[in-house]
């Protein structure tokens, strides 16, 4: 049995890109919770930490949308790659999708 250290390597990154994104969604909107919060206070202080917020939370948002679309890129990569291995072995896919589809029907009938 071959193990494809690339494709684990691949995984991992994936689930590490949607572990930031999820992270940089949420900080994000406690950023923009703070700010809503704090929009009283006119202390000297409070502005200035207010300019820094929203400049930090203006970039986490560009960050987001780049880490989305590279997401969506990479899905899109590899559906084509998958499309590909499937028109290069159209019998042995129908094989694995029958066995799966086999499998799955014994294990929902013995429930």
Same mark, same amino acid.
């Given at each position: 049995?071959?193990?494809?250290?690339?494709?684990?390597?691949?995984?991992?990154?994936?689930?590490?890109?949607?572990?930031? %994104?999820?992270?940089?969604?949420? %900080?994000?909107?406690?950023?923009?919770?703070? +700010?809503?919060?704090?929009?009283?206070?006119?202390?000297?202080?409070?502005?200035? =930490?207010? =300019?820094?917020?929203?400049?930090? %939370?203006?970039?986490?948002?560009?960050?987001?949308?780049? %880490?989305?679309?590279?997401?969506?890129?990479?899905?899109?990569?590899?559906?084509?790659? =998958?499309?590909?291995?499937?028109?290069?072995?159209?019998?042995?896919?129908?094989?694995?999708?029958?066995?799966?589809?086999? +499998?799955?029907?014994?294990?929902?009938?013995?429930?």
């Amino acid at each position: 049995m071959e193990t494809n250290y690339q494709a684990i390597e691949k995984a991992h990154s994936a689930v590490a890109r949607e572990r930031v %994104l999820t992270d940089l969604q949420t %900080l994000s909107r406690d950023a923009e919770d703070l +700010l809503k919060a704090t929009a009283g206070d006119v202390s000297e202080k409070a502005k200035e =930490a207010r =300019a820094r917020v929203s400049a930090a %939370l203006e970039r986490a948002k560009t960050t987001c949308t780049h %880490l989305q679309e590279q997401t969506v890129a990479t899905a899109k990569a590899a559906a084509k790659k =998958a499309d590909t291995v499937i028109r290069e072995h159209p019998y042995e896919s129908i094989g694995v999708a029958f066995g799966i589809g086999l +499998l799955l029907g014994v294990v929902v009938a013995r429930k």
